[in-house]
């Protein structure tokens, strides 16, 4: 086929998805599920309050039941002109959430040297996620955190490309939002952990210099709310530890098997077209990679460890999903893909440094009791295509109009699936 006509057939796609996204907003979707109750128990009462009571509702925020930070809710409430009506002020998020897809599509575009057809093409994969679409339909946090992360790490990129590497203006642009989405959405604290140990690792003074000053002064917002409301919250009445009972290091280690089958997820496309692309059996050394994961799986399984994951109901991702509906309490075929994310992130960490610091950052999304899947969406698709070093062919594979096909193709599968286990199953 010739390029005209795939790029007819792009701008098809572009015109009937960004139709299909303002129609799922009149249509009220919500596929993720939980969205609309977050948004009348949360998000909307917590705007309001703001509105009313600006100090009281700040100090007592956490009785609200809310898990983000109140950056977006003060926002919104005193700067959204759209808050007259929970449905004005949906539709307002519905459309800011857009401009993640145009950022996105800047930073694909110029790290990649691709046509900015293709780039807009790769980035409007947002519109049919189902989490992003939830979020955005019913006006939830999630959006403003990916979009000021989105700003955050094209300024990195910026500066990563800068020869000179001594803008004071990128370092502040990218500490300003990667803060902003730190007080929207607390676990984006990765991007700044992963700044720092990058920083630390290349010997970049300057850098250091000035980031640790901007990032001291944006924190100190996070420092008078850590005194407002101490380290407990209220949950159902009951006096709860932030640290101890809902985000604690202990709970890395049975939630890292989830994060690999997560990971493994969103980022079946892109190997799936390098494979197309090769069409080469593994190495020897990824196989016996993956062999020795999949033994210990298969041994803690053997002894009972991972019984906890027939009784997740919470979370848990697509992959443990199919897994309950498929096989019931038999975990094989779960233990299988998560040994294949495993090998596949072992893989990416033998790349470089840079990934390795990025996987071990990433690690602050395991700390929760509940690791779910929202977390995770759109975030390996923003880092596939900007933090994360790929291979030396991965140029030539993002340009492949085989690639495109591929990546949009699974992702409408993926929406297809949600959609069907949300409201058919």
């Given at each position: 086929m ?8 792009k701008?098809?796609f572009?015109?009937l998805?960004?139709?299909f996204?303002?129609?799922g907003?009149f249509?009220r979707?919500?596929?993720?599920g939980?969205?609309?109750?977050d948004?009348?128990?949360y ?7 703001f509105?009313?009571q600006?100090y ?5 925020y956490?009785s609200?039941?809310?898990g983000?930070l109140?950056?977006?809710h003060?926002t919104n409430?005193?700067i959204n002109?759209?808050?007259?009506s929970?449905i004005?002020f949906q539709g307002s998020i ?6 993640s897809?145009?950022?996105f599509?800047?930073i694909i575009r110029?790290k990649?040297?691709i046509?900015?057809?293709?780039s807009?093409v790769?980035?409007?994969i947002f519109?049919i996620l189902p989490?992003?679409?939830s ?6 946090t ?5 979009l ?8 990195y990129?910026k500066e990563?490309?800068?020869e000179?590497k001594k ?8 500490c ?7 007080y ?8 700044p952990?992963f700044?720092i140990l990058?920083i ?10 000035y980031?640790?000053?901007f990032y001291f ?12 409301w101490?380290?407990?919250?209220t949950?159902?009445g009951e006096?709860?530890?932030l640290?101890q009972d809902y985000?604690?290091?202990k ?6 098997v989830i994060f690999?089958t997560?990971f493994?997820?969103y980022f079946?496309?892109?190997e799936?077209s390098?494979?197309?692309k090769k069409?080469e059996f593994p190495?020897k050394?990824k196989?016996?990679i993956f062999?020795s994961i999949?033994?210990?799986?298969s041994?803690?399984?053997?002894l009972n ?11 848990g991702?697509?992959?443990?999903k199919?897994?309950?509906?498929l096989?019931?309490n038999q975990n094989?075929?779960?233990i299988f893909i998560?040994?294949?994310?495993f090998a596949?992130?072992?893989?990416y960490m033998?790349?470089?440094?840079k ?5 071990f950052s990433?690690l602050?999304?395991?700390f929760?009791?509940?690791i779910?899947q929202?977390?995770f969406e759109p ?18 594979l ?5 690639t ?7 992702f409408?599968?993926y ?11």
């Amino acid at each position: 086929m010739s390029q005209k006509k795939l790029d007819a057939l792009k701008y098809i796609f572009l015109f009937l998805l960004l139709q299909f996204y303002i129609i799922g907003f009149f249509l009220r979707e919500n596929v993720a599920g939980g969205a609309e109750k977050d948004f009348l128990n949360y998000t909307w009462p917590l705007i309001e309050a703001f509105k009313d009571q600006f100090y009281n509702t700040l100090k007592n925020y956490r009785s609200f039941g809310e898990g983000s930070l109140p950056l977006f809710h003060i926002t919104n409430a005193f700067i959204n002109p759209f808050t007259f009506s929970k449905i004005s002020f949906q539709g307002s998020i519905t459309f800011i959430s857009l401009l993640s897809v145009i950022f996105f599509s800047q930073i694909i575009r110029d790290k990649f040297k691709i046509r900015e057809l293709d780039s807009i093409v790769y980035s409007s994969i947002f519109l049919i996620l189902p989490f992003f679409r939830s979020s955005a339909y019913w006006g939830l946090t999630e959006n403003f955190g990916w979009l000021f992360l989105i700003l955050s790490i094209k300024y990195y990129l910026k500066e990563e490309k800068s020869e000179k590497k001594k803008t004071v203006k990128h370092i502040f642009f990218i500490c300003l939002f990667s803060s902003l989405a730190l007080y929207i959405r607390p676990y984006l604290i990765f991007f700044p952990i992963f700044i720092i140990l990058n920083i630390l690792k290349d010997r970049n003074t300057h850098f250091l210099k000035y980031t640790c000053l901007f990032y001291f002064l944006f924190s100190l917002p996070g420092f008078f709310l850590l005194y407002l409301w101490g380290f407990d919250f209220t949950v159902a009445g009951e006096k709860v530890g932030l640290i101890q009972d809902y985000h604690n290091p202990k709970f890395i280690l049975k939630n890292t098997v989830i994060f690999s089958t997560i990971f493994l997820f969103y980022f079946l496309p892109w190997e799936f077209s390098s494979f197309l692309k090769k069409i080469e059996f593994p190495k020897k050394e990824k196989i016996l990679i993956f062999l020795s994961i999949l033994l210990l799986l298969s041994l803690l399984s053997f002894l009972n460890i991972f019984e906890y994951l027939n009784n997740i109901k919470l979370g848990g991702g697509a992959i443990l999903k199919i897994n309950q509906i498929l096989f019931k309490n038999q975990n094989l075929f779960f233990i299988f893909i998560s040994s294949i994310g495993f090998a596949l992130i072992i893989d990416y960490m033998k790349i470089s440094k840079k990934n390795l610091i990025l996987f071990f950052s990433l690690l602050i999304f395991c700390f929760p009791i509940y690791i779910l899947q929202e977390y995770f969406e759109p975030l390996v698709i923003i880092l596939l295509f900007t933090l994360m070093e790929l291979r030396k062919d991965s140029i030539k594979l993002i340009r492949d109009n085989k690639t495109i096909f591929i990546f949009c193709s699974y992702f409408v599968i993926y929406f297809i699936g949600s959609y069907y286990y949300r409201y058919l199953f």
